[in-house]
């Protein structure tokens, strides 16, 4: 096993038959990030004294015959909105360096209570504000699928991604508004899970949007997705949505089969914007894999416009985030990224009206999406338009990698991105699964059973195997 990149699952049962211990795996990934991550900067605060103590409490704990659980013990990386009382948790802005946590969030409770060692916090867009993963101010996380050319990793949750692929933490927390767990990991090779609006509590979670923010894993494998899923999901008095959602039996999605599943096709004519070729021809790939699978596709006339869809998603997180920041963004003394102060002063020419009319319409695509979705388990799109480009070559006035990733946020979707194969140039591809509200377990099951099939080539990054 190449511990680098091995998953949670094959971790965990290395621990359970004793061939690990979490103190292994934790120095392990420690050295790792102190080898790797001056060159990558997926990380911005790493505490490795205080993860090995972590680590080997857990290895005390489970030589006395305690585990809390199959994550009991194995280290993950978190995004830099997550709170960890008394942590520095500057959600990727300079100007918030000295902001501490005062308490935590339910997300890192829950990571806690299954036994996880977080080995440190990840680089991110400020304020989780931008999809291509650029803070110029923080730095920009360096793709790991090219170490020669500084690449985009894809925002928000830009040093998550970077860190899963690149082998510095076997797995990570990212949040998403619009894409923003979704487009890393599509760039960087990963299995990455947008849950249901409500299904994970984000309190204690630095928010962008309340009305569209959910939080979700960066993996190597669906399983492993599926694993931190069953550890964060569930009602939490101090976040009302989740109460609201439907009760779930942890790893329901391994009684589901992907044989029978219907799933709904988007057709080329109903793209907000074109594929790249070898994404095109990716998607293909995803069509042909889920016909193996005795999965009946059907391609479907859409009852909305993806690209209307982005455009109301952007303006309700606009006029949230200006909520949120007003009272400070618009000072030029403090060291503001210029273009995500820009993206939330926007939020300033937002209407009462037009806001209250969004937030209506919000609804009304929520009952509309779940009409459209009740004959389907999925719904088979593209995940992002293009592989991942040069830094160099980003136009931050443009939005082309949350054209596919804003509509499932809007309509009140869960979604899975999932890896599909490499580029000729050895990028990853990637193809995206959007579900019915609080339809996960099908996701996961279908993306379980896709795996395999679109991603049968294990590769890790060149230069980052040792």
Known sequence: MDLSFASLADLSKALDEGALTAT?????????????????????????????????????LRASGVVYGPLHGLPIAIKDLVDWQDE??????????????????????????????????????????????????????????????HRIPGGSSSGSGVAVAAGLAPAALGSDTGGSVRIPAALNGLAGLKPTYGRISLSGCFPLSGTLDSVGPMTRTVEDAALLFDALAGADPADPATLAAPARTASAWRQLSAEGMHVAVMREEDFPTPLDPVMQAAFERTKEALRSLGVKLVPVSLPFSFDDLTARNG????????????????????????????????????????????????????????????????????AVPFPAVPVAEVDETTVPLALYGRPANYVGACALALPAGFSDAGLPLAVQLMGRAFGEDSLLALGAALEPRLSPDRRTPAGLSA
């Open 24 to 60: 292994d795996i934790t120095r392990h990934f420690l050295d790792r990030i102190a080898a790797h991550d001056a060159k990558l900067g997926a990380f911005v605060h790493v505490d490795a004294d205080k993860a090995m103590a972590m680590a080997e409490g857990h290895d005390r």
């Open 88 to 149: 520095t948790c500057t959600v990727g802005s300079a100007a918030w360096s000295d902001r501490r946590s005062a308490s935590d969030a339910t997300v890192m409770r829950r990571l806690l209570a299954a036994g996880m060692i977080p080995i440190g916090r990840t680089a991110m867009v400020e304020f989780a504000f931008g999809g291509w993963g650029t803070n110029p101010i923080c730095g920009t996380p360096h793709n790991p699928w090219d170490l020669d050319t």
């Open 315 to 382: 303006r309700i997180i606009a006029a949230e985030a200006y909520a949120v920041h007003r009272d400070y963004i618009a000072d030029d003394a403090r060291a503001f990224g210029p273009y995500v102060r820009q993206r939330i002063l926007a939020g300033a020419g937002v209407s009462a009206d037009d806001y209250i009319d969004t937030l209506a319409h919000h609804r009304h695509m929520k009952e509309v999406y779940a009409d459209f979705m009740r004959p389907f388990d999925a719904f088979l799109t593209p």
